[in-house]
């Protein structure tokens, strides 16, 4: 029988993970996604420090907050919640990267903890929602 999430069959392609903002993504595939992105987002701050990361930034880091905003509002889709929510866990997130330095980041941090828990622990909506069917897993 074929998945009407994937009619041929094939697993989910690169660009169609991480490069656009529709559909639903499950819970395991967003940690992991997840994960690799937060990697990534860590190794290129300590790797590039100085100029490198001057010249490289203008690049890498909009194209990982391209990527993090796709993986939640497909992460949101799942919830059955709009994926511009995503726009507020990436604007609290750039408030206290790399680390929350005062107390009026305290807003901030509720904020991706209340999305930890919405994203990262709780299961997606069972069956087909408004934004399509469950992802597979």
């Known amino acids: 029988m074929s998945d009407p999430a994937y009619p041929s069959g094939a697993r989910e392609t690169f660009a169609a993970r991480y490069l656009t903002a529709e559909g639903r993504l499950d819970r395991r595939?967003?940690?992991?996604?997840?994960?690799?992105?937060?990697?990534?987002?860590?190794?290129?701050?300590?790797?590039?420090?100085?100029?490198?990361?001057?010249?490289?930034?203008?690049?890498?880091?909009?194209?990982?907050?391209?990527?993090?905003?796709?993986?939640?509002?497909?992460?949101?889709?799942?919830?059955?919640?709009?994926?511009?929510?995503?726009?507020?866990?990436?604007?609290?997130?750039?408030?206290?990267w790399p680390q929350p330095s005062g107390f009026l980041d305290f807003p901030f941090v509720l904020i991706l903890v209340w999305a930890g828990v919405e994203l990262g622990v709780m299961t997606g909506e069972p069956g087909v929602n408004r934004y399509g069917p469950p992802p597979r897993g």
């Open 29 to 96: 595939g967003f940690l992991v996604s997840g994960l690799i992105l937060l990697g990534v987002a860590v190794l290129y701050d300590a790797v590039s420090a100085g100029p490198l990361q001057w010249i490289t930034g203008w690049l890498a880091w909009p194209l990982l907050v391209w990527i993090g905003a796709c993986l939640l509002a497909r992460r949101l889709h799942d919830r059955g919640r709009n994926g511009w929510i995503a726009a507020v866990i990436l604007a609290a997130l750039v408030a206290v």
